[in-house]
């Protein structure tokens, strides 16, 4: 697969704000690559879950016209707020809080009525509930999404996957490390396509993103924690050199 180019996040210059406001590897151009392969589609409600500090979900409901909510129940590791406050920070800075709704709240109990939303989103998320609730948690929490999001509907899930190879012996010690290990929160893409599909989703399309390397390089560049911890997740990537560590996604339709 050729590698992308990406015409709205390009319009978006400052990586250093872009990955302080975004998590994981990709920034807006994550966003602008699922969002391509979900054909999205102007004043439709779309459900971003786990939306950190939202600014993705302002690129989308900016780029693409969409009304989007965005949930995440977290607080934020640098200052300990709740994440959906700086996401409403974020969209009066876009112009987009008339079209943007922060929540929150997260999966799989997201207190929403069935088949809510045309498309759900979700990229750097999902993962950690893999170390938090095990494989049962993580397929609940699609459940959930599949409840939420009317039949017909679209599901665009990328997340930070690792190759269907055995991890490296001089790289294990590196992805073992940490609250949310990269060896416990990754799956390879077929056991998150499988999920997915024991969820109840017709999966559409599934694969390893082509820029993956290189989205995992501009995190290890330009995030924050990157920068201030060199020797935590910019040495795995390193030491890793693209043998195991890599960024998947899944495109799935609701069944009608």
Known sequence: MEKQDYPKASKYTDLDTIYAQCSGPGGL???????EKMGLSKSKRLLDVGCNRGYQSCFLAKEYGLSVTGIDPWDDRMDGRP????????????GVANAFLALKTGVPE???????FD????????????VMNGEEGYIACLKEISRVLKPGGTFGLGEPMHLDVDIPADLEPYVSQSEYPWKE????????VESVKKAGFE??????????????????????????????DPKTLEIDRGRWVSFGYVIARNPL
Do not use: Q
């Open 185 to 192: 929160c990754f799956s390879d893409l077929s056991t998150t």
């Open 29 to 35: 151009k994550v966003a602008e690559f699922i969002a």
């Open 110 to 116: 997201t207190g929403f009525a069935t088949s809510s």
């Open 203 to 232: 999966v559409i399309e599934s694969a390893y993103a082509p820029d993956s390397r290189d989205w995992w390089l501009e995190y290890a560049k330009h995030d924050p924690f990157c920068k201030a911890k060199p020797d935590e």
């Open 119 to 130: 498309f759900v989103y979700s990229t750097t998320a999902l993962e950690m509930l893999r």
């Open 83 to 94: 994440m959906i406050d700086h996401a409403r920070e974020n969209a009066e800075i876009w």
